[in-house]
């Protein structure tokens, strides 16, 4: 028996200088010592690492079972690159090995005449067409998240039937969780553990022993957001997927949700932080600038409505330098006040806690937050602007600094409920839109307060 | 055959209220019917929303092992609110039907005084004893996550023992995965899928099936967010839980790790937004105005300080009213570029990418974005400043909104990664922190630009 190694693979620097130099002479031997008997994801992040050529030398070496799980772990560019520089024909023997989700991923992602060229190299047919069938869906639906491997069981089998004909199918599929049952016309009707089916005798027919209660099921077109949620309420690691005629077609296991659920925390928080596609830190200085333009023009466009604005109020200006001194206090304000309402908004929308609080009570409970917050914040910054200036300053921004607070705290809460409402992404809220609206009318009703105590 | 139906269920105020009405007229016929045939998460969302009253008429008319399922799908609060209602004995009643895990997770909710009476009520003295070894464990380490129930077989099993064996400890564990192989000292050697053992005749020994390669295991002492980072670089659904010598002491399935996925993008989110502990939109006002406060009054020290500068500045914007103008729009700029970059730097630092890129290229990267960014925007704002009001401002805004970019873009690049090499989260930075620090840098580039080309 071997020696079992418990520590896991870790990637240095060390390591890959090493093995760069192992490749360049071509030390066959070590590379397969080390490198080979790695896990294939730590595979994948190796090759992650490497120029093509060096991918390519590593990759081509490795066993073709494994060959299929590396390519699914490479990151994504990695992989872009990767296969770019494959055949047609090598693309192809690649997508024979892969489940038949993660090849109609990697075929989404080539041209249409490419998906054809690949696609007739295919030496299995029937895969082909697994592939070519799930293609057609939209891949934020269940339909393009499903893969076409699953075992199902018929209603009528008896246990030992099940077992020879679960052997056939399983060898397609890699993990087995849970047997599906349908009827004659291929409709899913339950579910049968595999634990169940284990201890049960073998006379025992799958009518008995399957079980047709709650049976959670996603239909093709419900999109990936919505499988997440039931996959996470439900507590399931794997779901059927059914057509409209309630016909099992696929089933989605959780780790492909796990990524649906990173991916939409992570936009989420990107568009909150004001970028407006998905980008990766390893993505070009045009790309990344091209993602964040967007924002920072609204926010120059609200940054120059506010000059528009402040000028409208030169005179108290030039007559009270003073009162410009806080400007930067009311906008930052406004915008930190605006952002924690609607981030609280946000992430309740998210879990899908919107059907029962009304609109009315939300706001109301914000507005009374505010009411709290900006009552002890208008009261010390009353005393501060009083020391720093005089007593009128003081009463200017702490009357205004409270009506501004109370106002971003309910427009903070208002707006995403509105984007949602419209079904636009509320998250879209947090970011420089909420921010910039408020900067503009938090500077209203501070020079207007302004100019009424000053008399100006 | 009872009639399949395959919609999820969606509970409407409509339902609710025919409920408590039926709960009221203690219409158990209807209630059976309506609810106790649902799934257990949809129960449990049934009850979050009835008093404690009603929700316990219901509970305790389940089958005791929908009760326990039901106990642990209803939100935190109704738990606690609805544990606090129980007497020590009902609660060990509860306990027992729990997997070690859940129970341990409702335990550790108790005061310790409670913890003790709780213990000695329940009947399973090895649950309990599971239990009390659970709560020794931090809650956020692999060992406060993992649960005591699990399949494991010796290597020297023959499959026939293997099943007998696996019958008897399967009666516990609800989902079974993988089986855990273990040599005579209790230490993991190794895995056997349930597929492997289904298929395999009845005299092969153990040894001769499992998989001894790549065995993927986390310790206890591991913390929760490296158990969500290994399984999902490995694709696990469940990983075995080992001791300091190697002993399986435990596993951790999927289901609860992505509750910690979730948990940990909640509070980045949060974090980014400035609200500084975990809030549900349900907490009281309070409680939110206590999360929210900290940021607040950051955000107005840096306004003060802000005020402070702008106040050093006096006479620049006596004489140049128009300077006072665009003070906005240099802290909004700075502010949304601050936060994008640090958006960035903090998701690339979450999903463990920071072996690599050396903290000297991110920040170049950062800045020549910046650079690209700073251009296309000072060139605009230079046109708008100048017909605003002349070209002496204009060259003032567009010059200080240039530098102004980038050097917020390195600034919000350069915090988190501090914060992550001083082990602070580096999500902090996203918020309010780099909006402040970056106001005031911008004020101060930007009027001494003013008094630089204004000849102040």
Redesign the interface.
Known sequence: ??K?T?M?FE???EFLEILRKKIAEQDLLWIKEHVF???F?DIA?ILD?LSNEEAKHIYFQLDEEVQADVLMELEEDVRDRFLASLSSKEIADQLENLDSDDAADILGELSDKQIQEVISQMEDDEAAEDIVDLLSYDEDTAGGLMQKEFIQAKLNWPVNRC?VE??RQ?EDVE???TIYVVDDFNK???VL???R???ASPKTKI?DLYS??????VKTSDDNEEVAK?M??????SVPV?DLQ?KLVGRI???DV?DV??EE??K???L????SER????FS??R??RA??P???I??L???L???L??SF?LG??KV??L??????????G???G??S???????LAKG?D???SILS?IS?EA??GL??GL??AS??YG??TV?ENSTLGIVVSISLFVVIIFAAIFGTLIPLVLNHYKIDPALA?G?FV??LN?IVG?FIYFSVGMLLYHI
């Open positions: 028996m071997r079992i418990q896991r990637l240095t620097k008997e790695l896990h994801a992040e690492k077992l679960l052997r399983a993990k087995v969780y899913l009707v339950g553990s595999l634990k089916l284990l201890f009518i047709d209660k709650n049976i959670i099921s039931v996470e309420k439900y507590d399931l690691v059914v309630n296991t959780l780790d796990v659920i990173k925390a992570d989420d928080f990107q909150a932080s004001g970028i980008i990766e830190s390893n200085v045009w990344m600038t964040r333009i924002w920072l023009l926010a120059m609200g940054g120059t506010g000059a528009q402040i000028s030169e200006i030039s330098p003073a410009a001194f806080f400007i930067p206090l009311i906008t930052a304000m915008g930190n006040v952002v924690q609607s981030a609280i908004v946000v992430q309740s806690n059907q029962f609080g939300k409970k009374l937050v709290v917050n002890i914040l010390l910054i501060i602007a720093f947090t420089p921010t910039t900067d500077l």
